[in-house]
């Protein structure tokens, strides 16, 4: 999947998580009832549950980016996709959806959903300092040990 951007891919996420979680425990309960062993059972089960672990992460982490925390990993970003996903991840934060930013930059919010998509890369770093200046932030540059 990825990070959830939205607060609609977070609703959609978050329904088809419940939707997911109730059918893998009723096939869960059918295989106890159809006489599967335990191993098989598990088997069967783990790498959807695997899955359903990473999606509840997502969600769980959509949730407290929306009340504006952001972890300070995400805040030491030493490639171009982890820069991506900070940004990402400050939009969300800040509480700042794609058409707000889009508007605040004076683009489309199809621009804006398609850096996203893209983890910004390759945008100029006239756009970074634009969006860094909407939500706030600035890039401190430090010499590598």
Not at 4 to 31: A, C, G, P, Q
Request: charged content about 30%.
């Amino acid at each position: 999947m990825g990070r959830i951007k939205t607060d609609r891919e977070f609703r959609v996420s978050k329904s088809k998580l419940d939707s997911w979680n109730h059918s893998l425990n009723e096939t869960e309960k059918r295989m106890k009832k159809e006489g599967m062993s335990q191993k098989h059972i598990k088997m069967v089960i783990s790498s959807q549950r695997s899955f359903l672990d990473q999606v509840e992460y997502e969600v769980k982490e959509y949730q407290s980016l929306k009340k504006g925390k952001v972890p300070k990993q995400l805040l030491k970003s030493e490639s171009s996709q982890a820069l991506g996903d900070a940004l990402i991840a400050l939009r969300v934060a800040s509480g700042e959806s794609q058409s707000s930013m889009a508007r605040k930059l004076g683009v489309s919010s199809t621009q804006v959903c398609r850096d996203e998509r893209n983890e910004y890369n390759g945008i100029s770093s006239n756009r970074l300092f634009q969006i860094l200046d909407i939500l706030g932030y600035q890039i401190e540059i430090k010499k590598k040990n």
